[in-house]
């Protein structure tokens, strides 16, 4: 039996703990993910994709698991060198992470696509699966705040997700055109998946970018989101109040709301399976597991009893 | 009484041991160094200038003194990372170095002038006197070789200066003006200096700029070379092969031709002591001494006895 064609669309630190556990869990050739690009920005004059970093840092084992993104052992001599040449450093680069942002820039200035120059990196760290962009288009999630409009890492990194926030702004959206792979991807796939990522800051980019939503409406995959909450709460960052500024419930509904059409079933994390009954009367397949997943075993277990509750794990060729 | 105002035209590794002399020696407020520019380049989309960093790494006691360039300390954890990311890394790159190749990319994709970049990068690393550049425009030496065309530094660094050098050209200089303050430099200082560089590959880059010949050959200011020749050969590198190369003879008579009207007085090595007759014959001073300087204290010993034998040691108001 082959392993099913499986697709992702993800954020960065809390998606990639999921993604990690699928990466191990199938055939990671009939695996393809979709990264968050809302949070690509320049810094020092060079392109960091913090999302798409991350993912591939951690599925190539390269990724920093102290921190959850970065890369393990690194240093920061050139960091503290462009603090001293003046530049603000606020954006942790470490010195093996800059190599990845220095080709990144070269090769966008040579011309080469973003898809292609992901794909190059990827390749190049020894990521097995399929990466590929939702679009080629710059998309930069803007984050209204009582302090002013902010990029995503600036408000992530700079101020500590302290501001509060009033809305959420996907620049360029409206000219982002989905990717010929990305929308294969979806359109073929077996099962797509939405990472417990936080949905408005990591999965509202993607599917904001032309024809996204529309694919995944066709689509005949069998489509499931995580739910990023327990009990209620984020297990880190500013999910909820993110949720609540832009008109969600902070809650299990909220996040059945932001999804709604698109998606079949929902994961929900143990502590959240009081609403499972009402979920349900919303016309939706809910799924009740332990959904915290810190080490990877916990997160190849959980990926392992997410496919196994979809009817799923039959069909796997685990390799791992 | 007043320092004199000092301006040497110079290279990179040799040339910056009598300008750390002279830094040392005079009022650095009154010291004006004209670097070549001619080995500049891009790596991996970066902007370095070997000669011009080297410069300010001598002088702000940031450079590695084993190897005479690159910074003190630095490690190469993003050039490992590049390597493995499929990029030639042939020419050295540290961390902290790097840090500067970031700024003045940055920088001048911003549309500051090279100039400014420089001054900037000197500043921040705490030059105390001025460097500017011969010129705003791109000048790129290209060393013609049996082996092909090529940049300065993949024939100094990449190839190990190997291949039998044919001709050395100046690509750009004929569009390459001087600098207002190259010009101004040169036309008020009441001594300019050439260092004791190739002269083919490290100061021809700099009087093939438009104008810099021509305010030589006006300027008032006393003009001195100091000899790269050591009892008829090169301290290091290829400088006779290259003089011999471009038509010149490789002793202090082809340095002499090379510096033709361009010069009053030659500094040259006691083991060419025999040639200072015949180089007086032909209408030079010419100031024999040892000119080795391996280590700081005999660069600035070097560079006080120079200034003592123009009668410029009275005048100077020495700083250490």
């Known amino acids: 039996m082959t392993s099913p064609a499986i697709t992702v669309i993800t954020g960065g630190v809390g998606g990639a703990k999921f993604v990690e556990g699928l990466y191990h869990s199938v055939n990671p050739q009939s695996l393809c993910v ?90 190049s760290l020894g990521l097995e699966c399929q990466l590929m962009l939702p679009t080629d288009s710059t998309l930069q999630t803007r984050v209204h705040t009582e302090q002013g409009e902010l990029s995503l890492e600036e408000y992530f990194v700079k101020h500590r997700c302290a501001p509060q926030v009033t809305q959420v702004r996907y620049r360029g959206a409206e000219n982002a055109q ?17 990472a417990p990522s936080n949905p408005l800051l990591s999965i509202a980019p993607t599917l904001e970018v032309n024809r996204v939503r529309q694919t995944l409406h066709s689509t005949t995959a069998k489509r499931i989101a995580i739910s990023p909450l327990v009990g209620g709460k984020a297990v880190k960052g500013p999910t909820c109040e993110v949720m609540r500024a832009c008109g969600f419930e902070a809650n299990v509904f ?67």
Chains 1, 2 share one sequence.
């Open 178 to 194: 989905i990717t010929v792979a990305a929308e294969a991807a979806i359109r073929e796939a077996d099962c797509v998946f939405f």
């Open 254 to 320: 909220g996040i059945a709301e932001f999804y709604r059409g698109l998606i079949d079933t929902l994961v929900i994390d143990q502590k959240d399976a009081e609403h499972a009954h009402a979920l349900r009367k919303l016309g939706l397949e809910v799924v009740v597991l332990v959904t915290l997943m810190d080490d990877k075993p916990s997160r190849i277990a959980f990926a392992a009893q997410v496919l196994s509750s979809l009817d799923l794990a039959p069909a796997l060729e685990a390799v791992s």
């Open 34 to 123: 979709i990264p968050n690009i809302g949070d690509d920005d320049q810094f020092h004059g060079l392109w960091v994709s913090p999302d798409v970093d991350t993912l591939v840092y951690t599925l190539s084992e390269h990724v920093n698991r102290d921190t959850g993104w970065g890369m393990a052992g690194d240093t920061f001599a050139t960091q503290e060198q462009l603090a001293l040449l003046g530049q603000e450093v606020w954006m942790n680069l470490g010195d093996k992470d800059l190599a990845t942002h220095i080709v990144r820039t070269l090769r966008l200035h040579r011309g080469e696509s973003p898809s292609d120059v992901a794909a190059h990196l990827a390749r």
